[in-house]
């Protein structure tokens, strides 16, 4: 059978602008579901990103290739045409193994099949000590989750302050349907250190003390595991995305994955879109299947 190997390279081994982590995440769930319409064994090697030392993933799944075959794996980010007609091609030629990394798939999904959750639970199955480190810092173990993404901006110059019209923005949106329909206590994060200490002061809410970012944006990649280990272990998940219109592939593919209800919030709108969960006000716009 061929197999095509999911790739999720070292900071310095991208080509192009490296991907979040909610990429890879997206991008792998596809290609599971292509996996089954087109008979090629997926398989994936996040070993260089040093990623895999967080999961214990099912070793049938995740595999050690040689570095420079994960370094020069094609990267599909923008044009996924070409990463199909390149597929294509794979599947009629005589070569076994095809080394690639791609974000492929629609980021407003709001269902996984079982099948494709159950590939993707194997694959992000955490390291016990992961959830034993974050209940012991937040001293919770039922909790729910703000994730609040600010802008790609917020990597590289992660101490400037918060402009007020996102704070009078956040606000808004925790009060009016964040705080109503909590079932736990509150733990925020976000990749503005600033904002997410800024809520926890205003509001009694939980945090993890490090700096989050959500990519392969340098060699700290624990923070990554750490916040997405909290998402998948939430009992409710809320996303915000301030700065562009599409829902996380960090935040909600891990909610989907894992069957957490939550409810995304994107700009410019900012219309609460209920995923898993019934019981918005009727005024609001909940996402169906």
């Not at 995305?241 to 957490?260: C, K, P, V």
Request: with cysteine.
């Amino acid at each position: 059978m061929k197999q095509l190997v999911q790739c999720y390279k070292h900071p310095s081994q991208w080509l192009n602008s490296p991907p979040g982590l909610g990429d890879f995440i997206r991008g792998t769930c596809h290609l599971y579901e292509l996996s089954q319409t087109y008979g090629f064994e997926l398989l994936v090697d996040m070993h260089q990103s040093g990623f895999s030392r967080y999961f214990s993933s099912d070793s049938a799944l995740v595999i050690a290739h040689p570095a420079q075959h994960v370094a020069s794996a094609a990267e599909y980010f923008v044009d996924h045409g070409s990463f199909l007609r390149d597929l294509m091609m794979f599947l009629r030629d005589n070569t076994h193994r095809l080394y690639i990394t791609t974000n492929l798939g629609a980021w407003n999904r709001p269902t996984l099949p079982p099948i494709t959750k159950l590939y993707m639970m194997r694959l992000l199955r955490f390291q016990p000590i992961m959830f034993k480190q974050i209940t012991e810092l937040i001293g919770l173990n039922y909790y729910n989750v703000i994730s609040i993404r600010c802008g790609d901006e917020f990597y590289d110059r992660p101490n400037q302050s918060i402009p007020a019209n996102y704070l009078t923005l956040v606000l808004n949106l925790i009060q009016k349907h964040v705080l109503p329909i909590a079932t736990q206590p509150i733990v925020v994060t976000s990749d503005s250190f600033e904002l997410k200490q800024f809520l926890a002061r205003q509001f009694g809410f939980k945090v993890l003390p490090h700096r989050s970012e959500h990519g392969a944006f340098n060699d700290n990649i624990e923070p990554v595991a750490l916040d997405l280990c909290l998402l998948a272990h939430s009992k409710f998940n809320f996303h915000i995305n301030l700065w562009a219109s599409w829902w996380s592939g960090f935040s909600h593919f891990t909610s989907l994955i894992h069957d957490i209800p939550s409810v995304n919030f994107r700009a410019p709108l900012f219309i609460p879109e209920a995923i898993n969960f019934e019981h918005l006000n009727s005024s609001e716009t909940s996402i169906k299947p």
